[in-house]
């Protein structure tokens, strides 16, 4: 099986005693997957044997997988909801996990419905806390002098909510960031932030938002990365500046805070930061006021090595808009997380976005992994479990979903996330996210998911690059209030010469071009006009900043934040088409002949 002979001939080499033992831990974790496999289900199952849950399909003390994959089911949340509405409501037997619900984490509030609530334990905090503490091992093998200087990274909280029975609902971020872990995780120099944590663990996301921005501006020369958790995120806090630069060069060069900046504990900390600094006050005055802000990450923070974003997924359409603003830096995407637990991280954190691999950790929690193509994936029914694969025994080049049993309390719950193998690192396979499962457009018999949606746009931007355009955000809508019914797709661009800008023909071409990249199936309906003509809407600048204010106002988390790629809430679509400026429409039909069977 394929090594990543960087990591392994570092195991021994001349690395530091901490790094070394955490890239040995790595080695030793991924040589003996399957054995690890095998010890964390019989644990989870012997520790939660007695729980309501388990005790209903009657394993009867048995912990192997044999019995344990015979018996219990493929669950998703709906199946579980009453339960963990119970657990929610005050019900403290042990009904999932035999240790007490500590809290709950919540999704990210962008999909359609109500947030989910994902049930955790607290020693769950250790884990997440083992592979954030793998993360800057692997990076310090391609980025030396990480030691030297301090990274600028826009982490923020959301307030919490309560549950009728008391329980904490928070998404894992703010979990995290609000636990001793992370407020008091011991010197690092690796690990050195702009942002105290008073800036960090403010509940205002302006205020917090405002105070780190600054923080990063004053200490411009000793920043040598600049990341987000998502590159929506840090995409948002490059606009921040673009918005706030004269107040920030006004604080900077009287060395007093914005009044606007009221939390108590950050006007503190800010006090022992912020002195008059007039030259650095000219310098971010000169920066930006020029119309082009093409590298202005470089620019501001010229030490900068790489950025630390995630651009797997729907993310990589921020890419082009990223290499913008940072003059081509690299993108490091170095973890894979959700709510429901954290999975693994990026062997080779420097690699292209497009080559970006994430090795799962056997000793995060029981793996199982339902082949995409199979169709036992329609069926996850208790009577009939599907086919599950083991994580030790996957194949490269297939398409499986993600199932997990955790420590606390979900079995064999699946995840929705597709991921492809696409080699191994020792005995571990390493996957490429692909998307999540579910379909994002439908008029007739098509179904367009979000992979197909994101390759059909970026395959229609190739038109606006003569024009020095890129799209920078989009999302969809299946509008059916017209017969046949049809994809409208909501654009904002990045027009870097306005006197150059696409003309009507051009983004028609690329409705067109868009529909050429769809699938046989949407072809097929619009020549039978049973769908019309896609439609390409351009919206104003800073829509979908007006859009993700709007999620966050009503709950969302600014860390887990995630552009919707298909809409149909009436308020979020009032707000976009009235930020319309123009319409387009393919102009002729997609390419499609009938398919020959044999």
């Not at 329980?167 to 979990?175: E, G, H, K, N």
């Not at 995630?310 to 830096?329: D, R, W």
């Not at 439908?442 to 979000?450: P, R, V, Y």
Request: hydrophobic share 35%.
């Amino acid at each position: 099986m394929a090594v990543d002979s960087t990591l392994s001939s570092a195991v021994g080499a001349s690395v530091s005693e901490k790094d070394a033992k955490a890239l040995q831990f790595i080695e030793e974790m991924t040589k003996n997957v399957d054995s690890v496999q095998e010890r964390i289900l019989g644990e989870i199952l012997s520790r939660n044997a007695d729980t309501e849950y388990l005790k209903r399909f009657q394993l009867n003390g048995a912990t192997d997988r044999d019995t344990f994959k015979s018996k219990v089911p493929v669950v998703t949340y709906e199946d579980l909801q009453p339960e963990i509405q119970r657990i929610a409501n005050g019900d403290k037997s042990p009904i999932l996990s035999s240790h007490p619900i500590s809290e709950f984490l919540t999704s990210s509030g962008t999909s359609a419905g109500e947030r989910k609530l994902m049930p955790t334990i607290h020693e769950e905090l250790n884990r997440r806390q083992l592979l954030y503490s793998l993360l800057m091992p692997v990076m310090n093998l391609y980025v030396p002098g990480l030691d030297k200087g301090k990274g600028l990274y826009f982490l923020f909280i959301k307030a919490e909510t309560k549950t009728p029975g008391g329980l904490l609902a928070r998404p894992v971020l703010t979990s995290y960031y609000k636990s001793d872990h992370f407020k008091s995780r011991p010197y690092d120099p690796f690990n050195v932030y702009t942002s105290p944590n008073e800036t960090i663990l403010c509940p205002d996301s302006i205020q917090s938002m405002y105070a780190q921005m600054l923080c990063g501006l004053i200490m411009r020369e000793e920043v040598l990365r600049v990341g987000a958790v998502f590159a929506s995120g840090l995409l948002k806090a490059i606009r921040f500046l673009q918005v706030n630069w004269k107040q920030f060069a006004h604080d900077i060069e009287t060395g007093t805070l914005n009044p606007k900046v009221t939390d108590p504990s950050v006007r503190e900390c800010m006090s022992k930061i912020l002195k008059p600094n007039p030259e650095l006050a000219a310098f971010i005055t000169k920066e930006c006021s020029e119309e082009n802000w093409e590298c202005i990450i470089t620019r501001i923070w010229p030490n900068t090595k790489y950025l630390d974003v995630i651009v797997t997924g729907a993310m990589a359409q921020y890419i082009p808009t990223l290499e913008y603003f940072s003059g081509g830096l690299p993108m490091a995407c170095t973890m894979y997380a959700s709510s429901e637990c954290y999975f693994g991280l990026n062997l080779k954190p420097m690699c292209k976005p497009s080559e970006v691999s994430y090795t799962i950790m056997p000793n995060m929690a029981y793996f199982e992994f339902l082949p995409h193509d199979d169709s036992s994936a329609q069926d996850s029914s208790r009577d009939s479990p599907p086919r599950l694969v083991d994580l030790a025994d996957l194949e490269v080049g297939k398409e499986y979903e993600l199932i997990v049993t955790t420590y606390a309390g979900l079995c064999r719950y699946r995840v929705g996330d597709i991921l492809r193998v696409t080699g191994f690192h020792n005995a571990a396979p390493q996957f490429r996210f692909i998307r999540r499962k579910n379909v994002l457009l439908s008029i007739d018999f098509d179904k367009t998911d979000e992979s197909e949606l994101q390759q059909a746009i970026e395959n229609a931007s190739v038109l606006l690059k003569e024009f020095n355009t890129s799209v920078v955000e989009y999302t969809s809508y299946a509008d059916t209030k017209q017969i046949p019914g049809h994809y409208v797709i909501y654009w904002e661009l990045f027009v870097k010469d306005v006197a150059n800008a696409p003309t009507d023909e051009v983004l028609s071409q690329c409705c067109f071009q868009m529909e050429e990249s769809l699938n046989v199936v949407y072809r097929q309906c619009r020549v039978a006009d049973s769908i019309g003509p896609l439609e390409i809407r351009v919206v104003k600048n800073g829509t979908f900043e007006e859009l993700m204010d709007y999620a966050i106002s009503r709950g969302a988390s600014i860390n887990q934040y995630k552009v919707p790629r298909c809409v149909s809430f009436t308020p979020i679509m009032e707000l976009l088409d009235s930020r319309v400026v123009s319409k387009h429409f393919s102009p002729a039909l997609p390419h499609w002949t009938p398919e020959r069977r044999r």
